[in-house]
């Protein structure tokens, strides 16, 4: 990796630790990304003739407080609460989890960056808002990244994340920890946010930039359940985020190009991983309470278990898929969906239920990769080729263009 390459990577990766901290002492959104990108100039200028500290994030957050604090000094705007210490943790309820939650107060809660992510989440704003304010707050995820995962314009998701801040310093959105109570009210929101920043890291790992979130959101994970070890929905995320990332070796050859599953090498595939991630969704599955992060987690486990693609089990897979569109309804997961459907039933009903989705996926790379594929097989070349210039006018990734472009070269 060249010099510019690491410090992109080291950066990337140390921002969630570093605006966490930056905010737990300033309690300021704004203040804090400001302080982590005043710190990341002078890292530019510092570490290539000193040498990358051995902390990182370390070094961002000591470099990031100095530069905020004497800014605010200069402009005569320095309050009292830039001096307060971080809070304290004062009279925890004293129900079931209190014992449990008191201990990793002091321990794993004091995370920084999984406690911003409750406040970020906090009720005061929309889900989607939270969410959005997360993505960009937490992980550092650009509007257009962060877009992309909601399937919504730019420009929309910029309106969304500057209304999250606004409200949050309209409404003074206190920044202490979350009671257990707030914590349980929060979680879905989490939740859902870890997973588009694993879907974030997973789907571009062959990117060093990016590829780092896919391990932040799992080790949130884990501090996570270790909070709620009683909740299915979450072992079944981390089940899935597991099963995911276990192929992570697998997934792209020597020159970044994509592989998909039927071709991948399943010699590479982490079987450590597999199994951990077989075990939590087993668990999970034990409590007869399913919700859609499970069923995701059954999926990923069905591929997981066969040996080599014929063993796959697609018509299992299209039943779970069945499933998941009653509990979570969306035309991604009717899109997922279609692909088990081709598996089974062959390219003719899966393309029959890709159409009607072509309105609301318009802006999706898979959609138009899908439907392009589907054509393709049906020996339909122009709309092959059609559908394929759109995907690759959407691809995001470098192994995204150069899979939708093998497609196109096999047309001419």
Known sequence: ???????????????????????????????????????C????????????????????????????????????????????????VHGLPTDTEAELVERLDDSHYRDDVLRLLFICCHPELPSTQQIALALRIVS??????????????????????????????????????????????????????????????????????????????????????????????????LALMLLQHSRAAARFGAAGEAILLDDQDRSRWNTRLIHEGLALIDKAMRHRAPGAYQVQAAIAALHARASTP??????????????????????????????????????????????????RLAGYFHFHGLRGGLSLQLGRPQEAR??????IALATTAAEAAHIRMHLDRLR
């Open 41 to 88: 100039l002078r890292a530019l200028k510092v570490w290539p003739e000193n040498g990358p500290p051995r902390d990182p994030a370390g070094w961002l957050i000591m470099v990031g407080r100095n530069a905020a604090l004497d800014s605010v000094r200069r402009s005569a705007r320095q309050t009292p609460l830039c001096e307060a210490p971080p809070e304290r």
């Open 140 to 237: 550092g995820l650009s509007v257009p990244q962060i877009a992309r995962a909601f399937v919504v314009t730019e420009a929309a998701m910029e309106q969304r994340i500057t209304r999250a801040k606004g409200k949050v310093a309209a409404a003074g959105v206190p920044f202490g920890n979350p009671t257990p109570a707030e914590r349980a009210e929060r979680l879905g929101a989490v939740a859902a946010m870890l997973q588009l920043v694993f879907n974030e890291g997973y789907s571009a790992a062959a990117e060093p930039e990016r590829a780092p979130l896919a391990d932040e959101a799992i080790r949130l994970m884990r501090l996570l359940l270790r909070m709620f070890p009683a909740e299915p929905e979450l072992m079944g995320l």
């Open 310 to 359: 014929a063993d796959t089990d697609w018509a299992q897979i299209d039943l779970l898929y069945g499933t998941l569109e009653r509990l979570t309804p969306s035309p991604v997961v009717t899109l997922n969906r279609a692909v088990a459907v081709s598996k089974v039933r062959g390219p003719e009903p899966a393309l029959a239920m890709v159409e009607p989705l072509g309105e």
């Open 1 to 39: 990796m060249s010099d510019l390459g690491y410090m992109q990577s080291a950066l990337g990766a140390a921002r969630p630790r570093a605006v966490a901290a930056l905010l737990r002492y300033f309690r300021d959104l704004d203040l804090a990304e400001e302080a982590y990108q005043e710190a």
């Open 386 to 391: 059609a559908a394929f210039d759109r995907a």
